[in-house]
């Protein structure tokens, strides 16, 4: 009798979050891929474990049952910002674009990614004995838009090593870094869950 009492709760409480998801209207959510404006190209796997990143802050568990955040499709997304480019007066900042693109699409947050800065080499130095210099350097820039605030946000991070080299020095760790920070700053994983909790 107990467990067919515990099933009936459990079944009413899904049943509830199912009817209360569908009454709801979803975050509608415009994330952009990342966009790679440095000197070097970092190799896929970097730039699929920086994605990955961008992928956990935006993530809402049990959305498909919750029904809490709608994902704009990405080609719906760079359809918005190349008409956003086209239709701009003159040279415009990106951040400048957030606020259009987020009008095309409807969309109650915007979030683009850039990597500004990947690099790393060697020098030698003469101060230390002719030893091997590794010079690293990530940057990372989360730029958007967030409707519910009517707010245009752009905040980025750095990180660099200049040092004989160790694991510390490899330039894709630096990113990840850069990139956590940045995600941070921008308080993108703050902007999804106070708009879900509300």
């Given at each position: ?56 802050s935006l993530h809402v568990p049990l959305n498909s049952t919750l029904n809490a955040v709608f994902y704009i499709p990405e080609k719906e997304c760079l359809v918005a910002l190349e008409e956003a ?24 947050l915007v979030v683009l990614p850039v990597l500004t800065g990947y690099e790393q080499y060697e020098t ?75």
């Amino acid at each position: 009798m107990r467990k067919i009492t515990l099933l009936f709760i459990l079944f009413f409480c899904i049943l509830s979050v199912q009817v209360f998801a569908a009454e709801r209207i979803p975050l509608r959510v415009a994330q952009f891929p990342l966009l790679v404006q440095s000197r070097m190209d970092p190799a896929q796997n970097v730039q699929d474990n920086l994605e990955k990143r961008i992928d956990r802050s935006l993530h809402v568990p049990l959305n498909s049952t919750l029904n809490a955040v709608f994902y704009i499709p990405e080609k719906e997304c760079l359809v918005a910002l190349e008409e956003a480019e086209q239709e701009a007066v003159g040279k415009r900042k990106l951040k400048e674009l957030m606020r259009p693109v987020a009008e095309k699409l409807q969309a109650d947050l915007v979030v683009l990614p850039v990597l500004t800065g990947y690099e790393q080499y060697e020098t030698m130095s003469w101060y230390r004995w002719g030893r091997h210099i590794t010079h690293s350097y990530a940057a990372v820039e989360i730029m958007g838009y967030d409707k519910a605030k009517d707010e245009v946000f752009s905040k980025g991070a750095t990180r660099q090593f200049h040092d004989e080299y160790s694991t510390q020095a490899d330039v894709s760790l630096l990113a990840y870094e850069a990139m956590d920070e940045a995600l941070q700053r921008a308080k993108i994983h703050e902007r999804i869950w106070t708009w879900r909790e509300r």
